[in-house]
């Protein structure tokens, strides 16, 4: 695999002699992120509009900038305006306009947290925000408000006390890690973290949800992926928001993770001016299966402050699911959500296609505009419910079917089974030992 043009020439002006090598160690793109103005100019060979420097500065004053040399090296310069890297990475003047209903905490996640890395919305999960650190800052990031806040990582100690709460809370099976990107962290660190959290019998999954596929697919490495292999189940969900963002370098990544049997999302934000577009996403969720990339949600741009530049209306999302559902496999399809202002969570939004109903039958449309019916069956008796949830003694079979079934004899003789001894149900002695336990 050989680096571009542009990739040759970045790595020779921030380094002179510094080689190919480099260009893929991810130690050494974090190191060269591009956070100024000047080196942006210089590195991409533009200049830009003179009187707009000043308002340029004035953004990333507020919201400050970071871009990989990875990253930088898609942009097209050829059609900037357009562009959906640069529209990402690089500082839009509008960011500085606040619009009558922006929020700072829109999702109202400072309040939805009992400790500072820890957000705990739905009963069964939560969320731990393993590092404040990130590669790339996304210009539509939900969380601006603390972008560029002190690069900084939780403390053991801190992170400690919320892995504690997960272990005093049992309701909680499901536990993500996110930040920040928690692929900024060590092997070493993340291990540890997912070793801790792996102790507590309750948490049935972890869930990782990071960039670096996209903006420094570098960082998914042999050692990385090897270590990850151990802490199964694990999910990672990715982050890519146009087909542009599939290289060569982000399928090789894609590909390390999968072949190491993690199960791979992506999130994707509909944003204006980058996918807002049914072409673009259509070409987006194809290139992402081909990769093994299973689209999990297409959000709605939230109510951050500095974002509203990049939102929306909720029917372009609309009329996105309807170019997808029915058009393309089922599993192309994320689902589109709405994070609800003021902390209420995911609330997903779809196309209608229950048009009408009366209590026998529903009226249906499909994605080609053809309008059918269903006719409903005329009595309907659940009989896998006596409505008693609470002390439901019905044979549900929730657990595990036993494969291996023996019985009598065969079952002392076999080895999988512990059993010691048939003992008959009224066997006299057996129920003098049940009365003196009583
Ligand atoms: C999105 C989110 C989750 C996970 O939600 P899923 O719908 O299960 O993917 C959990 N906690 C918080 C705070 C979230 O924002």
Not at 30 to 39: E, G, K, P
Not at 191 to 211: A, F, K, P, S, Y
Request: contains cysteine.
């Amino acid at each position: 695999m050989h680096l571009s043009k542009t990739q040759k020439r970045i790595v020779n002006d921030i380094e002179t002699g510094a080689g190919r090598s480099q260009w893929r160690d991810w130690k050494w793109q974090m190191q060269h992120c591009i956070r100024s103005l000047d080196t942006f100019e210089d590195l991409l060979r533009i200049r830009l509009p003179r009187d707009q420097r000043k308002v340029f500065e004035e953004t990333i004053d507020k919201f400050p900038m970071s871009i990989t040399p990875y990253y930088l090296s898609l942009i097209n310069t050829d059609d900037l305006e357009n562009d959906p890297v640069f529209k990402q990475s690089f500082p839009s003047p509008l960011e500085l306009s606040i619009q009558k209903g922006d929020m700072a905490d829109p999702l109202h996640e400072d309040k939805d947290s009992p400790m500072e890395c820890l957000m705990h919305r739905y009963p069964d999960r939560a969320l731990l925000m393993v590092s404040n650190m990130c590669s790339m800052y996304c210009r539509h990031c939900t969380r601006k408000r603390r972008v560029g806040d002190v690069d900084s990582i939780p403390s053991k100690t801190v992170l400690l006390e919320a892995i504690d709460y997960i272990r005093n809370t049992p309701q909680i099976r499901d536990v993500l890690l996110s930040g920040g990107d928690p692929f900024l962290l060590s092997d070493n660190h993340l291990d540890w973290i997912l070793t801790e959290l792996q102790t507590i019998d309750h948490v049935e999954v972890i869930r990782i949800g990071t960039r670096t596929p996209v903006v420094m697919p570098y960082r998914i490495t042999q050692d990385l992926v090897d270590m990850l292999k151990t802490h199964q189940p694990l999910w990672i969900n990715t982050h890519f928001n146009h087909p542009r963002e599939l290289t060569q370098s982000s399928r090789t990544a894609l590909a390390m993770l999968a072949d190491a049997g993690i199960p791979l999302g992506n999130q994707s934000v509909l944003l204006a001016g980058v996918n807002d577009c049914p072409r673009i996403m259509r070409a987006l969720v194809h290139k992402l299966v081909a990769n093994r990339v299973r689209p999990y949600y297409l959000y709605q741009c939230d109510l951050s402050e500095g974002l509203s530049h990049f939102r929306t209306p909720v029917g372009k999302g609309i009329q996105i699911l309807e170019s997808l559902i029915g058009h393309t496999s089922g599993f192309c399809v994320p689902t589109y959500v709405i994070d609800a202002p003021g902390g209420g969570g995911k609330i997903p939004v779809m196309p209608n296609y229950l048009i009408s109903w009366s209590t026998n039958k529903v009226v249906l449309r499909n994605y080609e505009g053809v309008i059918t019916t269903y006719k409903e069956p005329d009595s309907y008796e659940p009989i896998f419910c006596d409505r008693e949830c609470d002390c439901c003694d019905l044979q549900l079979g929730l657990e595990d079917a036993d494969e291996q079934k023996s019985v009598g004899i065969e079952k002392l003789l076999s080895d999988h089974d512990k059993t010691i001894a048939l003992v008959p149900a009224n066997n006299v002695r057996h129920q003098r030992r049940d009365l003196v336990e009583l």
